[in-house]
């Protein structure tokens, strides 16, 4: 006898509701309890002669719990100012790095039954627990064999057996002559490989080479070869680092998807200017000593933050006092202003209370609204241009109707304007700086490829480069990748990607005056003395090496410092010897905000300039200036060397020239003046324009430059 349809549906009822109750009885996925973590083992000691590198206690007592299943679900963020806090943390949650107790940290749900029906490799946290970093330690696609053999290979139209498609990579197709067995072990199933490419809208890029992949596209594809090995959790570090707007909505809304389907579970890590996802129910702040400041659900942390963020801008007149001292410093006030000046722009935090006891002495402390008449940016530029024009020299760059096409298709210069012929025409002279915007895949990367002569085809194209053509012409030679590499500096992602890691801190540095990284160097008496101020410069604030000596940059290696130091030793390679065009194509994406302000300085003023944080209570009269900053802030100042007139480097000079590409108004120069904004394929030409003052500058001004670069 069939049961009626109304039972049948209360059945189903009851069913349903009887395994989400068993789902959310599961145990935790992660569980820390009170667990503290360290690099080496607390105890051991260096070998004879060497001294013992640091080692400092990474979250101590930490207590974090990930649960299998929640309802509502569970999506975390992880917050830090310092890229090396945010991907240590993913590390110890994926099992890396000493934890004392050993006790303390534990994943109970990979060793359920559940997870050893499912597939017994899930029992290890390595494979359980997978790990994406978007950076240049990554090497692209995640390994060297298929991230290309040179820079160049990505623009050449003859592809090597071993220049692996999309769909090899996914599948793990990447070894010459592998056993059979290892390839069928790796393979992933069909129904599943289907699956992840359209989830991720990689069809159409399944048989393109890997290293021909926009940043977007090489997004994609990580996350999609880390799904195949079905995880139970996913950490995504720095997933949105130089991704144009339109990019980062879509890549968002695929890891909202994936995350709701917890299959797997998600963790983020983000820096302090990275857009958070609405979708993110719950928050860990940290800090740059590896401390713990906050966690919880998302809205908790910000009224935390909050709190935090505005004791620390009102802080009374002594504890001002005590930051002139740049030894007094407290990292943990500096990652709390740092974060939480990007979340109160974002409209993230609560306002305070100003009534307040605590803000009693507010009222006397000042703002960059009200007492900054002369408003400047992070590098120490007017808001609005007051001098007059820069006197430009002769051409550097000389493009007259540039198209560059691969087969039918044209991936720059697809375009045609009544006064000119078709493609791109553009000239950049002696003392311009240039922004190159555009989204990802408009050719941005392409176009610079040609200066630098990494593009095949910029042996071709109607170009001239520091007035002569690359072939040779009726009495004149011509222009040979070396003439171009003495006058050129250049620091990206891809350079960073193929940098020797195993050279030490002054070999890299000192490759700048060698025609490859591992050429010899032609060093002078006065370049040794650039590195030398150099290397002081950049590493005060590191922790790697002890007294006021130099010993510790010809035993570090350049793969031994974190991954924000290294972009910013790429950047001084490039700017440290004035070359006659600067090319710095995202060289800010992936530092550190404080590195990348201090780098930014530090390229237009060198040595002369620098940060101080002062009492805000002082008159400006006392300190020589003609306006106080924000409470909180750091005013631009003379810098004490260029006060004993001992500076060796001096940062930009007027005739240089300057291309700067980034989707980041934060992480664009102050002196920045023309733009180009390249269109997507077939939408369009370029548009080209001048700004009246710095981007970096925020504020209604700061977004309206922004806004007009791109045309909305």
């Given at each position: 006898m069939r049961r009626p349809p109304t039972r049948l549906f209360h059945s189903s009822i009851r069913r349903n509701a009887a395994q989400e109750t068993s789902q959310l009885a599961k145990p935790p996925l992660i569980q820390i309890k009170d667990g503290t973590f360290y690099r080496h083992h607390p105890n051991s000691l260096p070998p004879a002669g060497h001294d013992a590198p640091p080692n400092p206690a990474l979250f101590p007592n930490l207590t974090f719990t990930l649960p299998s299943f929640s309802s509502p679900t569970q999506h975390w963020s992880i917050l830090s100012?310092?890229?090396?806090?945010?991907?240590?943390?993913?590390?110890?949650l994926r099992g890396q790095h000493l934890c004392f107790p050993p006790t303390a940290r534990s994943y109970p749900y990979l060793s359920t039954p559940e997870i050893g029906t499912k597939d017994s490799r899930l029992r290890f946290p390595a494979h359980a627990i997978q790990y994406v970093g978007f950076d240049a330690e990554r090497s692209g696609l995640g390994g060297t064999s298929i991230r290309g053999a040179y820079l160049a290979s990505r623009y050449e139209s003859r592809h090597e057996v071993d220049d692996w498609t999309v769909m090899q990579y996914l599948k793990g197709e990447t070894e010459l002559n592998a056993p059979e067995q290892e390839e069928l072990l790796h393979r992933p199933r069909g129904e599943l490989l289907e699956r992840v490419i359209g989830d991720l809208r990689l069809e159409k890029l399944v048989d393109m080479p890997v290293g021909n992949l926009s940043n977007g596209q090489t997004r994609r594809a990580r996350i999609a070869k880390a799904l195949l090995g079905a995880p139970e959790v996913l950490l995504l570090d720095g997933p949105f680092m130089g991704l144009d707007p339109p990019t980062l909505r879509h890549l968002s809304s695929l890891l909202h998807q994936l995350a709701e389907a917890q299959a797997p579970r998600l963790i983020l890590s983000l820096k302090p200017d990275d857009v958070i996802p609405d979708w993110t129910t719950h928050l860990m702040f940290l800090d740059a000593n590896y401390n713990t400041v906050a966690?919880?659900?998302?809205?908790?942390?910000?009224?935390q933050i909050s709190d935090m963020y505005h004791d620390v801008i009102f802080k009374s007149r002594n504890a001002f006092r005590q930051l002139q001292q740049k030894s007094e410093l407290n990292p943990l006030w500096l990652s709390i202003r740092e974060i939480g000046r990007h979340l109160k722009d974002r409209g993230y935090l609560p306002e305070p209370d100003m009534n307040s006891r605590k803000y009693r002495h507010a009222s006397n402390i000042s703002t960059a609204s009200d007492s900054d008449p002369e408003q400047l940016s992070k590098d120490g530029f007017s808001i609005f241009d007051t001098g007059n024009a820069p006197i430009l020299g002769n051409p550097v760059v000389e493009m007259s109707g540039v198209q560059i096409r691969y087969g039918d298709k044209c991936v720059l210069g697809d375009w045609h304007t009544p006064s000119h012929s078709p493609g791109l025409h553009w000239t950049v002279r002696h003392g311009q700086r240039w922004g190159i915007f555009g989204p990802n895949g408009s050719g941005k990367t392409t176009l610079l490829s040609l200066l630098t002569s990494d593009h095949p085809q910029s042996y071709s194209i109607p170009m001239k480069l520091f007035g002569r053509s690359r072939l040779p012409q009726r009495g004149k030679p011509g222009l040979t990748l070396w003439d171009i590499s003495a006058r050129l500096g250049h620091s990206s992602p891809e350079?960073?990607?193929?940098?020797?890691?195993?050279?030490?801190?002054?070999?890299?540095?000192?490759?700048?005056?060698?025609?490859?990284?591992?050429?010899?160097?032609?060093?002078?008496?006065?370049a040794d003395l650039k590195v030398d101020a150099v290397l002081r410069w950049d590493f005060e604030d590191q922790d790697i090496h002890v007294g006021m000596g130099l010993e510790w940059a010809e035993e570090t290696r350049f793969g031994e410092v974190p991954f924000s130091a290294q972009r910013v030793l790429l950047f001084l390679r490039a700017i440290i010897r004035n070359p006659e065009l600067l090319i710095l194509d995202e060289a800010f994406s992936g530092m550190d905000e404080s590195a990348?302000?201090?780098?930014?300085?530090?390229?237009?003023?060198?040595?002369?300039?620098?940060?101080?944080?002062?009492?805000p209570n002082a008159s400006a009269e006392r300190v020589g200036m003609s306006a106080m900053p924000a409470a909180g802030e750091a005013k631009v100042v003379d810098s004490d060397i260029s006060r004993l007139d001992r500076v060796r480097v001096e940062g930009l000079k007027s005739d240089q020239a300057i291309l700067v590409v980034s989707h980041n108004p934060a992480e664009v120069p102050g002196c920045v003046r023309e733009w180009i904004c390249?269109?997507?394929?077939?939408?369009?030409?370029?548009?080209f324009g001048r700004l009246e003052g710095p981007l970096g500058v925020g504020g209604v001004e700061g977004e309206k430059r922004w806004k007009g670069i791109w045309g909305v």
């Open positions: 100012a310092s890229s090396s806090a945010r991907t240590t943390f993913l590390q110890a966690q919880g659900p998302r809205a908790e942390v910000f009224e350079v960073h990607t193929f940098f020797p890691r195993h050279l030490t801190l002054r070999r890299a540095l000192e490759s700048a005056w060698a025609d490859t990284p591992l050429s010899p160097p032609k060093l002078t008496h006065e990348r302000d201090r780098c930014l300085l530090f390229l237009s003023y060198g040595e002369r300039k620098t940060y101080r944080f002062l009492d390249l269109p997507e394929a077939g939408m369009g030409e370029a548009r």
